[in-house]
């Protein structure tokens, strides 16, 4: 399975729990976890087979992060901003994340054409930073198949997941094809009508792309 779905507010629930039958994770947004007070974590351990991951969005010191993490237990995976740096941010948070076996996935480019105005010249940068973390994973842009090859070749071993297909114009597959493990999905399946339909279908386009480009 190539798809993540992105839950970002509470009122998709229905819609999630029905299109996470075709997903192999659900990626919790921080609007939903904020908005539920946590509660979106245990409901999509309850509607949900897959892992759940937290988009907290990480970016602060080592010790407000850690504490961060701590106010959402149960996840298997959390998501931070690699433009903290290494030393007293990111070095304890994964630290600590390690202690309690949750994965940590290091955002290094954004799906946002504003992700070129600082982010992204700074790819070399936040790729080291990366290298030094040795996180379980990265997040890189769907919009900009280029940045997720990037990323591939120089971590042939990282799980790469790719947001921005659907409603911020990626196609299913753009990014499987430059490397990436999985595709995150949210609006484009959560405002669909029927949301599995559209999960299925999306993981069918997925497949096809996948057999041209390898
Ligand atoms: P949608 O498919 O509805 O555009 O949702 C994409 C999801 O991925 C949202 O939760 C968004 O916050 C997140 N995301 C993104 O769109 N671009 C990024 O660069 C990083 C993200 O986490």
Same mark, same amino acid.
């Given at each position: 399975?190539?798809?993540?779905?992105?839950?970002?507010?509470?009122?998709?629930?229905?819609?999630?729990?029905?299109?996470?039958?075709? *997903?192999? *994770?659900?990626?919790?947004?921080?609007?939903?976890?904020?908005?539920?007070?946590? /509660?979106?974590?245990?409901?999509?351990?309850?509607?949900?087979?897959?892992?759940?991951?937290?988009?907290?969005?990480?970016?602060?010191?080592?010790?407000?992060?850690?504490?961060?993490?701590?106010?959402?237990?149960?996840?298997?995976?959390?998501?931070?901003?690699?433009?903290?740096?290494?030393?007293?941010?990111?070095?304890?948070?994964? %630290?600590?994340?390690?202690?309690?076996?949750?994965?940590?996935?290091?955002?290094?480019?954004?799906?946002?054409?504003?992700? /070129?105005?600082?982010?992204?010249?700074?790819?070399?940068?936040?790729?080291?930073?990366? %290298?030094?973390?040795?996180?379980?994973?990265?997040?890189?842009?769907?919009?900009?198949?280029?940045?997720?090859?990037?990323?591939?070749? /120089?971590?042939?071993?990282?799980?790469?997941?790719?947001?921005?297909?659907?409603?911020?114009?990626?196609?299913?597959?753009? *990014?499987?094809?430059?490397?990436?493990?999985?595709?995150?999905?949210?609006?484009?399946?959560?405002?669909?009508?029927?949301?599995?339909?559209?999960?299925? %279908?999306?993981?069918?386009?997925? %497949?096809?792309?996948?057999?041209?480009?390898?």
């Amino acid at each position: 399975m190539t798809l993540i779905i992105a839950w970002d507010r509470p009122g998709d629930a229905k819609a999630v729990e029905q299109a996470c039958r075709a *997903a192999v *994770a659900v990626k919790l947004g921080l609007p939903l976890v904020i908005q539920t007070r946590g /509660r979106a974590v245990y409901d999509a351990r309850r509607m949900c087979d897959g892992m759940v991951i937290a988009d907290l969005k990480l970016a602060d010191i080592g010790a407000t992060m850690k504490s961060i993490v701590d106010s959402i237990p149960g996840v298997d995976g959390v998501i931070a901003h690699a433009f903290v740096g290494v030393e007293g941010a990111l070095d304890e948070l994964k %630290e600590h994340l390690d202690s309690k076996g949750v994965g940590l996935y290091l955002l290094v480019s954004m799906s946002h054409p504003g992700s /070129r105005d600082v982010i992204d010249q700074a790819i070399d940068r936040l790729f080291d930073v990366a %290298e030094k973390v040795d996180p379980l994973g990265l997040v890189a842009p769907a919009t900009r198949p280029g940045i997720v090859r990037m990323a591939r070749d /120089r971590f042939p071993d990282k799980v790469i997941i790719s947001p921005g297909v659907g409603a911020q114009g990626a196609r299913p597959g753009d *990014a499987l094809c430059a490397g990436a493990n999985y595709e995150i999905v949210g609006r484009a399946i959560t405002r669909s009508g029927n949301p599995l339909e559209r999960a299925l %279908e999306i993981r069918r386009m997925q %497949e096809v792309a996948l057999r041209y480009c390898r």
